[in-house]
């Protein structure tokens, strides 16, 4: 679908002086540009897509060396034949010790039985999302990101059997009996489809030293025809922030 739309994965960024001149696509052909706008995680496209990094001066070499990275996501996606009509269309569980699953998760760097998720019931407001008494759903758990060193290949479906045991036992009581269709996403799919560093869900913490300036600029601060907008720039991450930066970006060019 992505090739048949006319897109194609781009692996390079050209540039020459202070601007970028070209995009390396398909491997080998390049489009020659003007402008470019990206909505890539920019600490990848700094890092894995502009090869020569000899125009970064000094502190843009450290911001980037010492960025801090968002937690992971794990997005397991399932239908129910089974109908929970008293669940809301947006339900967000917390476990018994939130304070040490956000240190397992930011610190340790490891996975924890005790999670936290955010549950999600479109059929809740529109019954189309699923057939007649049967129910839509998705959990998003915060996990991890790629800096972890998790094979997610070996303990993805673990993990999936954690998350249906919980809500089992919390906000969708049989539900393990009552799963039909289901998939699942992890860090890795963020890392390897997404391009995100590190598989990371909303590209860079937004802690005080990486918010509003100190964050990737809308316009680069290494090439002055380069445009950012999405979770990695200004002013953050989730659906507000991300749409916020496309309106900045209108107002800059």
């Known amino acids: 679908l992505f090739c048949s739309l006319g897109t194609w994965q ?7 002086l202070n601007e970028v ?26 890092k894995n897509l502009i090869k020569s990094k000899t125009k970064y001066n000094f502190l843009f070499k450290q911001k980037i060396k010492r960025m801090d990275y968002s ?3 794990f997005v397991y996606y399932f239908g129910s034949k089974k109908k929970y009509t008293e669940v809301a269309h947006h339900t967000i569980f917390f476990g018994n010790a939130y304070e040490k699953h956000l240190k397992k998760i930011f610190e340790e760097k490891i996975l924890s039985n005790d999670i936290s998720y955010y549950l999600h019931r479109p059929s809740a407001t529109d019954p189309n999302m699923a057939p007649e008494d049967h129910d839509a759903f998705y959990v998003l758990v915060p996990v991890p990101n790629n800096l972890s060193k998790i094979n997610w290949a070996k303990k993805g479906e673990e993990f999936k059997r954690l998350v249906l045991d919980k809500m089992d036992k919390s906000v969708l009581p049989g539900i393990k009996d009552n799963v039909t269709n289901d998939f699942y996403l992890t860090p890795d799919y963020f890392q390897n489809d997404l391009a995100t560093l590190h598989g990371s869900g909303f590209s860079i913490q937004p802690k005080f030293s990486q918010s509003a300036y100190f964050r990737f600029h809308n316009q680069s601060e290494i090439f002055k025809n380069l445009y950012f907008v999405g979770a990695g720039t200004h002013p953050g991450a989730g659906i507000p922030g991300v749409l916020s930066s496309a309106k900045v970006l209108d107002n800059l060019l």
């Open 21 to 46: 001149k070209g995009v390396k696509i398909n491997n080998s052909k390049i489009l020659s540009c003007d402008y470019i706008i990206c909505n890539s995680d920019p600490p990848n496209v700094y």
């Open 10 to 16: 781009v692996y390079r960024l050209q540039w020459k």
């Open 71 to 73: 937690m992971g996501l």
